[in-house]
C-alpha cells in the first residue's frame, strides 16, 4: 500500500476507536446528572448509590477516552501537514475552542465532582457535573463544526498567493448547515449508547439478584429496586435517542442531498437519475461497485426522503460523475460504493435493532417484574455493542462517502498527505497505534466489566449528607477527618 492508503488506514482506525468513547461520555455525563438531580430533589438513597455507581463506569471511560483522543490532532501534522496548511486558518479555529473552553470546562468540573462528595454543597456539587455534561456537548459541537467545514466548506475565502484557505467569518463556520443538523444528530445517537450501556448493566444485575436472593435485598450490591429504576431510566433514553435519530436523520439526508449528492446517490447504489427514485432495500453489484446486477426496492421512497418529495428527481451516480468531471476535471468521483450503501444501512440496522430491545426491556420490567432467563443476560451483553456499532457506521458512512474528497470541492484527499513521510514510517506508527488501541479498548472494558461487577456502592454518609446532616464539612465549615467516613472515594 503506498502512503496516502496507509495514512488513510490509520486516520480511520484510531477514529473509529477514539468514537467508541466519545457518544459514551456525552450521554453517561447527562444520565449521571440526571440520576443526582432525582436524588436530591427525591432523597432516595437508591438513586445515590446509582449515581455513585453510573458515575464511576463514566469516570473510567472519560479517562481512557482521552488518552485515545490526544492522537488524533497530531495526526495532522503527522500525515496530513498538506492539509493542515491548506485549511489550519479555518480548521484550527474550532478546534482550538474545543479545547480552550469546552474539554477545560469539562476537565475542570468532573474533577470538582469527583473530589466534591462531602466537601462542598450539595446543590453545588449537583452543578458540577451538569457543567461536565454540558461541556461534552460544547466539545461535539465545536469538533463537529471543523468537520462540517469538510462536508460543506463555509466562511472562507481561497489566498491564491498563498495557496490556502483563510476564514473570513467564524459565524458561518459555526452555524453551518450541515453542522446545525449533524449536531443534534451525534447527539440523539450518543444518548442512545450511554442509555444502553445503563439499561444493560441494571438488566444484568436484575437478573443476578434474582438468582441470589441475598443480594437482592433492599441495599444489597444488586438491589432490584434501584436497578429496575435505571433500566428504565436506560431504555427511555435509548428510544429517545434512537427517535432523535430518525428524525435529524431524514432532515440530515435532505441536507446530504443539497450540498454532496454523490453520497446520496452512493448510499443508494443509484447508479443513473431517477425521476421518482426508488429506495433500495437490497443491491447486489458488480464486484468493482459499478454496476447494480440485482435489486430490491420500495417505489418512490428515496425520492421523498432525499427532498420531501415523492416525485422529485434524484441524480444518479453516472450523472453526476459527468458533472464532476466538466467542474473539477478528470477524475473518479464517486465514494467506494460497496463500503458507503452496506454502511448506510447497518448504521440504521443496528440502531433499530437496540430500540427494540430496549422495547422489550421496558415490557420485561414491568410491574416489578425481573427477567431470569439466560437470554435475558445474552440480550443485556449485546445491548451496548448495537448503539457503538451504529455510531461507528455512521462516522465511516460520512467520512468514505465523502470522497474522493477531503475539504468537499476544494482538496481531494490525494492531494492532503504528508509529502516527506514514507510508507514505512506511516506502516511502522499504524502498527503501533492498532497494538496501542486495541489493549487501550481491552483494558476499557475490563475495567468496565470488573467496576459494574460488584453492584452498588455502599453511601450511607453521603445519603446524610445530602439530607442536610453534614457528616462532611463541620457546621463551622472545617472538616472533621476522624469522625467522617471516607466512602465518597471511588
Not at 54 to 66: Q, R, S
Not at 374 to 393: I, M
Request: glycine letters at 10%; one cysteine or more.
Amino acid at each position: 500500500m503506498d502512503v496516502l492508503e496507509l495514512a488513510r488506514w490509520q486516520f480511520g482506525i484510531t477514529t473509529v476507536v477514539h468514537y467508541f468513547f466519545v457518544p459514551f461520555t456525552i450521554s453517561m455525563a447527562f444520565l449521571v446528572a440526571i440520576m443526582e438531580t432525582i436524588w436530591l430533589r427525591t432523597h432516595s438513597e437508591r438513586w445515590l448509590r446509582l449515581t455513585k455507581f453510573f458515575g464511576k463506569l463514566l469516570l473510567i471511560n472519560l479517562a481512557v477516552g482521552v488518552v485515545t483522543g490526544l492522537v488524533q490532532e497530531f495526526q495532522f501534522g503527522m500525515n496530513w501537514s498538506d492539509f493542515s496548511r491548506f485549511v489550519g486558518d479555518v480548521f484550527g479555529a474550532p478546534l482550538a475552542m474545543e479545547a480552550l473552553l469546552a474539554f477545560y470546562l469539562e476537565s475542570v468540573f468532573v474533577g470538582v465532582w469527583i473530589f466534591g462528595w462531602g466537601r462542598i454543597p450539595p446543590k453545588v456539587h449537583l452543578a458540577t457535573i451538569w457543567v461536565t455534561a454540558v461541556a461534552t456537548l460544547l466539545s461535539a459541537y465545536f469538533i463537529l463544526a471543523a468537520n462540517s467545514f469538510m462536508q460543506n466548506p463555509v466562511g472562507y475565502e481561497i489566498n491564491e498567493a498563498a495557496g490556502r484557505a483563510e476564514m473570513t467569518d467564524i459565524w458561518a463556520i459555526l452555524t453551518n448547515k450541515v453542522l446545525l443538523i449533524s449536531f443534534p444528530h451525534t447527539a440523539f445517537a450518543a444518548l442512545m449508547v450511554g442509555g444502553a450501556v445503563v439499561a444493560a448493566v441494571s438488566m444484568w444485575h436484575l437478573v443476578r439478584g434474582a438468582r441470589q436472593p441475598e443480594l437482592a435485598e433492599p441495599g444489597g450490591a444488586s438491589d432490584p429496586g434501584a436497578f429496575r429504576r435505571s433500566l428504565r431510566v436506560g431504555a427511555v433514553a435509548v428510544l429517545v435517542g434512537g427517535v432523535g435519530v430518525a428524525v435529524t436523520g431524514d432532515i440530515q439526508g435532505k441536507v446530504m442531498t443539497e450540498v454532496q449528492p454523490m453520497k446520496m446517490a452512493a448510499a443508494e447504489a443509484l447508479y443513473e437519475t431517477q425521476q421518482p427514485a426508488p429506495f433500495s432495500v437490497l443491491t447486489i453489484g458488480t464486484l468493482d461497485g459499478r454496476e447494480p446486477l440485482h435489486q430490491l426496492e420500495v417505489p418512490q421512497l428515496l425520492s421523498f426522503l432525499a427532498t420531501g418529495s415523492f416525485d422529485a428527481e434524484v441524480e444518479g451516480i453516472n450523472d453526476l460523475q459527468e458533472q464532476y468531471e466538466q467542474v473539477y476535471g478528470d477524475g473518479e468521483y464517486a465514494p467506494n460504493i460497496p463500503v458507503t450503501y452496506w454502511t448506510f444501512r447497518l448504521m440504521i440496522g443496528t440502531g433499530v435493532a437496540a430500540a427494540l430491545v430496549a422495547l422489550w426491556q421496558l415490557r420485561a420490567t414491568r410491574g416489578g417484574r425481573a427477567p431470569t432467563s439466560r437470554w435475558a443476560v445474552r440480550v443485556a451483553a449485546v445491548l451496548p455493542v448495537l448503539p457503538l456499532a451504529a455510531n461507528a457506521f455512521g462516522w465511516i458512512f460520512t467520512e468514505m462517502g465523502r470522497q474522493p474528497w477531503l475539504v468537499f470541492g476544494l482538496m481531494r484527499t490525494s492531494a492532503g498527505v504528508s509529502p516527506g513521510v514514507g510508507a514505512g514510517s506511516v506502516a511502522a506508527s499504524l502498527a503501533a497505534f492498532t497494538v496501542l488501541y486495541a489493549g487501550l479498548c481491552w483494558l476499557w472494558v475490563w475495567l468496565l466489566v470488573k467496576h459494574a461487577r460488584p453492584g452498588l456502592p455502599d453511601v450511607t454518609a453521603e445519603a446524610r449528607w445530602g439530607r442536610g446532616d453534614r457528616s462532611g464539612p463541620d457546621a463551622d465549615g472545617e472538616e472533621d477527618d476522624a469522625e467522617r467516613p471516607l466512602t465518597f472515594v471511588y
